[in-house]
């Protein structure tokens, strides 16, 4: 007896169970401490699982069959019901007669039944093989007994045992019919459920990294993105304060904000700043095409199309001027609190990166931004 026709599941099978039911655990707990290295361990696992199921599919359930023997006792059982079932109805109507040369199959007494009934009794009694066998007897086959063989002058061609061998196969899986069908209706919902799995995990995945992406000291990879998209999970703050190591240097906190598809106004407090910032992010504006950078003097461009050019992300600034700062700080209080009437708000985040050690934006600069979708970001530690 094959050891694996002991049950409908095979060993790789349970394993897909196992790790199934162990990413969807570790997703649950993920929902609870919004670890993010649990929703990524969760989608492994789903994957791992989603692998068991096809190789339990292709090395277990296809080798299945259902076992002969069983199907031939079925097959006897419910043709002496049907003999059975055809004695008692017309049992009494012949004679009860047995002579000496019946065998054991002729226990009724064909002499007293129609031409109808021993028609239908012959097609019971009869098996198929037997009619397929005088059949062939009577078309004339072709004599392939011992004497004909050696009479004849063609030699017979034997069968190429290794070749058989090799098309057979591994063994096959015998059960019975009800086995059979369970089998194949486990490994169809195993298959739909782990396949499932992997696009829940892809679903979650992408929910981690939106409601990281507004979170400075939680978010990865920066992607140009609709601002409302992972804002709906995690709003971006009126103010960003950077870590203390910060995660990245100036320049690339301002690249960062490029390639997340958002404008910013740089405000550095030294000329050095402003120019190193300008020298290694125009590569960038190069490579992007929505993205433009542009150096702000004294009296080169107006403050309004500086704010305008911002609301609508479509340029972002450097400035180092300490003059042209007060004067944009004051012309953007006036033109934010303008558009908080109308309760009007950008449609990409801007950034105000302050680069102003010492110099803290103020309260009504803060509540303003937070109301038109503004956000500034403090690079310098203010807290002295």
């Given at each position: 007896m094959n050891p694996d026709s002991i049950g409908t599941i095979g060993t790789i099978g349970y394993l897909g169970f196992a790790l199934a039911l162990a990413a969807v655990a570790t997703w649950l707990v993920y929902w609870g401490m919004k670890k993010r290295f649990l929703v990524r361990l969760g989608f492994v696992l789903a994957l791992a699982a989603l692998a068991c199921a096809k190789i339990h599919s292709a090395t277990h359930v296809d080798r299945i069959e259902i076992d002969p023997s069983i199907q031939l006792a079925m097959m006897k059982a419910k043709q002496e019901e049907r003999r059975q079932a055809a004695?008692?109805?017309?049992?009494?109507?012949?004679?009860?007669?047995?002579?000496?040369?019946?065998?054991?199959?002729?226990?009724?007494?064909?002499?007293?039944?129609?031409?109808?009934?021993?028609?239908?009794?012959?097609?019971?009694?009869?098996?198929?093989?037997?009619?397929?066998?005088?059949?062939?007897?009577?078309?004339?086959?072709?004599?392939?007994?011992?004497?004909?063989?050696?009479?004849?002058?063609?030699?017979?061609?034997?069968?190429?045992?290794?070749?058989?061998?090799?098309?057979?196969?591994?063994?096959?899986?015998?059960?019975?019919?009800?086995?059979?069908?369970?089998?194949?209706?486990?490994?169809?919902?195993?298959?739909?459920?782990?396949?499932?799995?992997?696009?829940?995990?892809?679903?979650?995945?992408?929910?981690?990294?939106?409601?990281?992406?507004?979170?400075?000291?939680?978010?990865?990879?920066?992607?140009?993105?609709?601002?409302?998209?992972?804002?709906?999970?995690?709003?971006?703050?009126?103010?960003?304060?950077?870590?203390d190591p910060p995660r990245r240097p100036v320049v690339a906190e301002l690249a960062w904000l490029a390639r997340r598809g958002d404008s910013f106004?740089?405000?550095?407090?030294?000329?050095?700043?402003?120019a190193k910032a300008l020298e290694q992010l125009q590569p960038l504006a190069a490579?992007?095409?929505?993205?433009?950078?542009?150096?702000?003097?004294?009296?080169?461009?107006?403050?309004?199309?500086?704010?305008?050019?911002?609301w609508f992300g479509r340029c972002s600034f450097v400035v180092e001027s300490p003059d042209r700062i007060e004067a944009l700080i004051r012309r953007f209080t006036e033109l934010m609190q303008q558009r908080r009437k109308t309760r009007a708000r950008v449609r990409q985040v801007a950034h105000l990166v302050w680069d102003l050690p010492g110099k803290t934006p103020g309260e009504e600069l803060t509540q303003l931004a937070a109301r038109t979708g503004f956000s500034i970001f403090l690079v310098a530690n203010q807290s002295h």
């Open positions: 004695l008692d109805l017309r049992g009494d109507e012949v004679a009860q007669i047995r002579f000496a040369e019946d065998d054991g199959e002729e226990f009724m007494d064909k002499a007293g039944l129609e031409e109808s009934d021993l028609e239908y009794y012959d097609s019971l009694e009869e098996p198929a093989w037997k009619k397929n066998k005088r059949t062939r007897s009577s078309e004339g086959e072709e004599d392939t007994s011992l004497d004909a063989l050696i009479d004849t002058e063609e030699a017979e061609g034997g069968a190429d045992v290794e070749a058989l061998e090799a098309e057979k196969g591994p063994e096959p899986i015998l059960m019975g019919e009800e086995e059979v069908v369970a089998a194949r209706r486990i490994d169809r919902w195993n298959g739909r459920v782990s396949l499932a799995l992997p696009i829940l995990g892809l679903l979650l995945l992408g929910y981690d990294y939106l409601r990281r992406a507004n979170r400075y000291a939680e978010a990865s990879f920066p992607l140009p993105l609709p601002s409302a998209l992972p804002g709906s999970i995690t709003p971006m703050p009126a103010v960003v304060e950077r870590s106004l740089y405000l550095a407090d030294e000329p050095l700043k402003a490579k992007h095409r929505r993205f433009d950078l542009l150096p702000l003097g004294d009296d080169t461009i107006d403050d309004d199309f500086v704010f305008e050019s911002l």
